[in-house]
T-cell receptor
Framework: EAQVTQNPRYLITVTGKKLTVTCSQN?????MSWYRQDPGLGLRQIYYSMNVEVTDKGDVPEGYKVSRKEKRNFPLILESPSPNQTSLYFC?????????????FGAGSRLTVL | GQQVMQIPQYQHVQEGEDFTTYCNSS?????IQWYKQRPGGHPVFLIQ?????EVKKQKRLTFQFGEAKKNSSLHITATQTTDVGTYFC??????????FGTGTRLTIIP
């Protein structure tokens, strides 16, 4: 089944404790992206990657890192999480380089930073 | 900058009433997509509009793209409880920053 898989789905952590949210897709998609969803703010793009070793900042990149060493994986790294990073995170991917292509989303990762 | 405004933020309707959400851009769009997120779920693609003035229908859902390709709407006729969720537009400004509207959360009163 074609899908985007995120882990963990739920995580409670404390301020300053580094964490990684993994994202993997099995559709051979070139483009991958991370979003955070907060009430009233919709889906805001954190980082995106157009292909292996190519990453770019989205609208809210502060406090996050990403890497794209393999085509299928696009982990989101919070080096020193803070409470304002408590949010629902979605990874998404799409084929090709056209903005017209459809995004496929993972199930989401709900992160709480105490 | 390139921004899109989606209104309303929330809409509560009686079951059977109609519902409309709007996306308005300050600049001309290449195309626009619509997604639906059920409560507790993830966004799922509904449709894409490309041409000026385009109208597409999916059963009770009607999607429109404005003549100037700066605004779009999603209209649901005779809402049902299965329509509950948040509807997002995703405007394409012709770059790789794939932004979304802020979403319209639809709740249905049975």
């Amino acid at each position: 089944e074609a899908q985007v898989t995120q882990n963990p789905r739920y995580l409670i952590t404390v301020t300053g404790k580094k964490l990684t949210v993994t994202c993997s897709q099995n559709m051979n998609h070139e483009y991958m992206s991370w979003y955070r969803q907060d009430p009233g703010l919709g889906l805001r793009q954190i980082y995106y990657s157009m292909n292996v070793e190519v990453t770019d900042k989205g609208d809210v990149p502060e406090g996050y890192k990403v890497s794209r060493k393999e085509k299928r994986n696009f982990p989101l790294i919070l080096e020193s999480p803070s409470p304002n990073q408590t949010s629902l995170y979605f990874c998404a991917s799409r084929a090709g380089f056209s903005g017209a292509n459809v995004l496929t989303f993972g199930a989401g990762s709900r992160l709480t930073v105490l | 900058g390139q921004q899109v405004m989606q209104i309303p933020q929330y809409q509560h309707v009686q079951e059977g009433e109609d519902f409309t959400t709007y996306c308005n851009s300050s600049t001309t769009l290449s195309n626009i997509q619509w997604y639906k997120q059920r409560p507790g779920g993830h966004p799922v693609f509904l449709i894409q509009l490309v041409k000026s003035g385009e109208v597409k229908k999916q059963k009770r859902l009607t999607f429109q793209f404005g003549e100037a390709k700066k605004n779009s709407s999603l209209h649901i006729t005779a809402t049902q409880t299965t329509d509950v969720g948040t509807y997002f537009c995703r405007p394409n400004f012709g770059n790789e920053k794939l932004t979304f509207g802020t979403g319209t959360r639809l709740t249905i009163i049975p």
